[in-house]
């Protein structure tokens, strides 16, 4: 019992030193190769709402091509809609990441002119690509962005695909 309680205070002083040099801490800036910590965000998540416009329009173009009606499509139709999910699973959790509702409808900032949905759902999947390379400033989520680069660029290709399968 006597060493339970020795162990208990070791840990709780533990805690303490730990406390008081995480407060020092959080008063430096964060560089490369040190431990993050939340504290230290030299950046501000509400000044980049670049993701929500990109989430906003992927949601488009998955509903524009999540309702395949030609059947040689189909397939190049759903990879595209695979790879829109995928990308949108990434960016849900960098906007938590971010202290961001992810489920924040922003309207859609591609315009259509009248397209055809193949063609509209490229010119947002473009423009979510535009919105999703902005510089990122949290060094986590670099590499998630470069996922979702990734995911919407595959995306592209599926719907290029579904279009000159559907023009022969």
């Known amino acids: 019992m006597q060493f339970l309680q020795k162990s208990t205070v070791a840990l709780l002083l533990a805690g303490v030193a730990l406390m008081s040099t995480g407060v020092a801490m959080a008063e430096e800036p964060w560089h490369e190769g040190n431990a993050w910590r939340y504290e230290q965000h030299p950046w501000h998540p509400e000044q980049h709402p670049y993701y929500m416009h990109a989430m906003t329009d992927l949601r488009l173009a998955r509903d524009l091509l999540a309702r395949p ?13 695979e790879e829109i999910n995928q990308a949108l699973h990434i960016m849900q959790d960098a906007a938590i990441d971010d202290g961001k509702n992810p489920f924040v409808r922003m309207p859609p900032d591609a315009d259509s002119h009248g397209e055809d949905r193949f063609h509209h759902s490229l010119r947002l999947l473009d423009k979510a690509r535009q919105d999703a390379s902005q510089r990122e400033d949290d060094p986590y989520l670099r590499d998630l962005q470069q996922r979702i680069i990734l995911h ?9 695909a579904a279009i000159s399968e559907a023009l022969r």
């Open 69 to 81: 009606d030609l059947p040689r499509v189909v397939q190049d139709e759903h990879h595209a809609v």
């Open 152 to 160: 919407i660029g595959e995306a592209e290709h599926a719907v290029q």
